[in-house]
């Protein structure tokens, strides 16, 4: 069942990658081009001659792209199957899609969304290679610390489901959510390296197009998968003894 | 969408389809295998190397932009 569910997982992936870099290239490509050109403005100024290119911008743009976001969304689909494998039947909700569709939103609140209102994506040009390790470790760092306050959430609503209720659980959960995150991003160092004179429009163009191939990346896994793992557990669902198994469908 | 929670929250939930047991090994090699990939396209020749050199780096350059990662 795992294995399965892993290599279902993995091909839904890369339908995603494969989505999210048609994104990518409609959306995002235009940004990234915009930023290199006022680097090199940037250079030319200095009177430095130009940086000389081991990947032509060409192949960086096309056949970089595509293999960059392929191989992340093979790899999140894969993480994310392992997780809903787990995650499957020990959430509260049924059905396979239902479930699916939930931890794809969790997966892009946690990972993407949250993270991404302390550490955003960057251009090529904002941001200085000497800060490179720490500026990796806060990124990883702050999607760690809001994924484990998610989980640490989950739990409390668990714990005070009885006691206060599914909506006051909700909230007290909520509340510790937010309380954790908020306090580890005033704690954490913040990281401004926008170059002087770097166009605000295309560092907001560039930041939106990048929450929108997260968003492709896991609406495509989360409503893919679901579909594909339905197929899978179906037969184990109608053994159950749910007379509404089909509600969902 | 609320009824249909509701309504499923009364007895019709399914039970877990895996074990830990039985999801550890796969957590591990697949987890291992699958967080390599994430490196390569995030990180390597950014704050760590592997294999030396920077043309995973410039290769997938444009991706690990877009997708959020730090770089340059
Ligand atoms: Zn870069």
Redesign the pocket.
């Known amino acids: 069942m795992v294995r399965s569910l892993l290599i279902r997982g993995m091909l839904v992936g890369l339908l995603a990658g494969v989505l999210a870099f048609a994104f990518a290239y409609v959306f995002g490509e235009p940004q990234v081009q915009h930023a290199i050109d006022f680097e090199d403005l940037l250079v030319a100024r200095t009177g430095a001659p130009p940086e000389h290119e081991l990947v032509s911008r060409g192949v960086q743009r096309t056949l970089g792209l595509a293999t960059g976001t392929i191989a992340l969304g093979v790899a999140l689909g894969g993480m994310f199957s392992l997780v809903y494998a787990y995650a499957y039947g020990r959430i509260g909700v049924a059905g396979a899609r239902l479930t699916a569709a939930i931890l794809a939103l969790v997966a892009f609140t946690t990972i993407t969304l949250v993270p991404f209102t302390k550490y955003p994506a960057n251009p ?1 040009t904002v ?1 200085s290679p000497d800060t490179i390790d720490k500026r990796t470790l806060l990124y990883f760092g702050m999607i760690a610390i809001t994924v484990l306050a998610f989980v640490a959430a989950t739990r409390i609503r668990r714990e005070y489901l009885e006691r206060l209720g599914a909506w006051n659980a909700g909230i007290a959960a909520g509340a510790v959510f937010v309380v954790v995150v908020a306090v580890a991003q005033l704690i954490l160092p913040a990281v401004n390296e926008t170059p002087a004179g770097f166009p605000a429009d295309v560092l907001y163009r560039f930041r939106l197009a990048s929450l929108g191939i997260n968003a492709t990346l896991w609406l495509t896994i989360g409503l893919a998968f679901g579909a594909a793992a339905e197929r899978l557990l179906a037969p184990a669902d109608r053994r159950g003894p749910a007379p509404s198994a089909e509600l969902a469908s | 969408m609320s009824e249909t929670l509701v309504e499923r929250h009364s007895g019709a939930v399914a039970g877990p389809i895996a074990s830990p047991k039985e999801l550890l090994p796969y957590a591990i090699f697949a987890g291992v295998l699958l967080a390599l990939l994430v490196y390569f396209v995030g990180a390597e020749e ?1 704050a760590a190397s592997l294999i030396g050199g920077s043309s995973v ?1 410039e290769f997938v ?1 444009d991706a ?2 877009l997708l959020g990662f730090p ?2």
Do not use: L, S
């Open positions: 090529p941001g | 950014g780096h350059h690990r932009h770089c340059h």
